[in-house]
Structure formats: structure tokens, C-alpha cells
């Protein structure tokens, strides 16, 4: 079956523009985790959505980034107003109960703020 | 606050060789621990998950161990091979939560 979908692969954005991030999850599963890799660092948790539980926030950054999933399924990251630190990959992961919570990537989005 | 520690942080060996990597955290209350791998420019690849009550888990030429009390965690390699040259990567869930804490990574480079 399809994998973990993340768009756009790429963007290339101006300073204190917004951005959105998309994730499309594997089919089923109700788990969701937003992360981002900087360049040279490991990788860093954001966000977690669980069914229709509220989300687990504790891990973005700052106010300027909120995410929100419709319908248990697409997730949307948005970043207000950006900054250059800002610039990494947003990675998003699915997981399932059912496979004893096995996280799957998606491909990533490289964002570069200049 | 649960960290994440992975050693060592490049590993270059010739192939065939057998190889271990290591993974350590300082919180044993952790709920599952999965290794990863990540190519360049690629998302990461999940190779093995061990729940919090298992001791080890393996696939193919790769076992994991878990040991909780000790905090650490081992990935072994067997027979490797240049087509594993990538990043592999540690990941801790603590219980009571799903926040995920990711180690640094190690470097592997397998020499044809």
C-alpha cells in the first residue's frame, strides 16, 4: 500500500512569510508525529495526534508554529511568519496500534527560509 | 529529561564485517525503543522496534537488544554489506506520553 506523503518536497520561502506543510498518513492509522532535522542535528519532535484525543504540542518550538489534522487523516504544519532558523526538513510519521506503534516516515520537506 | 546518546558517531569497516552500534538513554522508563535507518535526502526507514517488556528483536541480519535497567540499547550488523552505508538512528518513547526522542545517529560507511 501507499507510504507516508509529504508536500511539497521542496520550499523556498522569504523571511516572515507563512507556510503550510502537508502529510498525508499511511491509510488507518491514527497516529501522527511532526518532526524536523536541522542541518547537522538530530532529529527533533514537534507534534503528536492521536485519534480524536487532543494533541501532544509539548515539543514546537515557538507560537509561530501550529498544525492541525481534519478528519483524523491529512495533517497541515504552519509556520507564521518565518524565520531563517526556521529552515530544515519537516519530517511526518503514522503509526498504528496494530503494528505496535512502528513509526513511518515520509519523504520530507526540505524548507529553506531565506 | 529523557537523552539520547549514540556511539559511535561515524563507523567506517571493511565488507563482511560484523559491527555493532550503540544506543544509550537516561530515563529507563521508556515504553518502546526503535532503530532507523536514513539514507541521504530520504526519510528514515524503520528496521526494528522493541517494546518496553522485550529483551531483543531480529530481521534478517540485524538484531537489536534492549537492555532497560542499564539504559542501552545495541544494533547489531552481521555480514555487512556497502549497501548499508547510511545513518541509523535510536529512538526512545517514554511511558505516560508520545513524545519520541531521537540519538544523534551513527555514521556507517561499509567499504566494498
Known amino acids: 500500500g501507499a507510504g507516508v506523503s509529504q508536500s511539497p518536497s521542496n520550499k523556498v520561502t522569504e523571511k516572515g512569510k507563512d507556510v503550510e506543510l502537508r502529510c498525508d498518513p499511511i491509510?488507518?492509522?491514527?497516529?501522527l508525529y511532526w518532526y524536523r532535522q536541522s542541518l547537522g542535528q538530530g532529529l527533533e519532535f514537534l507534534i503528536y495526534f492521536q485519534g480524536n484525543s487532543a494533541p501532544d504540542k509539548s515539543g514546537l518550538p515557538s507560537d509561530r508554529f501550529s498544525a492541525e489534522r481534519t478528519g483524523g487523516s491529512v495533517s497541515t504544519l504552519t509556520i507564521q511568519r518565518t524565520q531563517q532558523e526556521d529552515s530544515a526538513v519537516y519530517l511526518c510519521?503514522?503509526?498504528?496500534?496494530?503494528?505496535?506503534?512502528?513509526?513511518?516516515f515520509g519523504p520530507g520537506t526540505r524548507l529553506t527560509v531565506l | 529529561k529523557q537523552e539520547v546518546t549514540q556511539i559511535p558517531a561515524a563507523l567506517s569497516v571493511p565488507e563482511g564485517e560484523n559491527l555493532v552500534l550503540n544506543c544509550s538513554f537516561t530515563d529507563s522508563a521508556i515504553y518502546n525503543l526503535q532503530w532507523f535507518r536514513q539514507d541521504p535526502g530520504k526519510g528514515l526507514t524503520s528496521l526494528l522496534l522493541i517494546q518496553s517488556s522485550q529483551r531483543e528483536q531480529t530481521s534478517g541480519r540485524l538484531n537489536a537488544s534492549l537492555d532497560k535497567s542499564s539504559g542501552r540499547s545495541t544494533l547489531y550488523i552481521a555480514a555487512s554489506q556497502p549497501g548499508d552505508s547510511a545513518t541509523y538512528l535510536c529512538?526512545?518513547?517514554?511511558?505516560?506520553?508520545?513524545?519520541?526522542?531521537f540519538g544523534a545517529g551513527t555514521r556507517l560507511f561499509v567499504k566494498a
Open positions: 510519521a503514522s503509526s498504528s496500534r496494530g503494528q505496535l506503534d512502528t513509526q513511518y
Open positions: 491509510s488507518g492509522h491514527t497516529a
Open positions: 529512538a526512545v518513547r517514554n511511558t505516560g506520553g508520545f513524545k519520541t526522542i
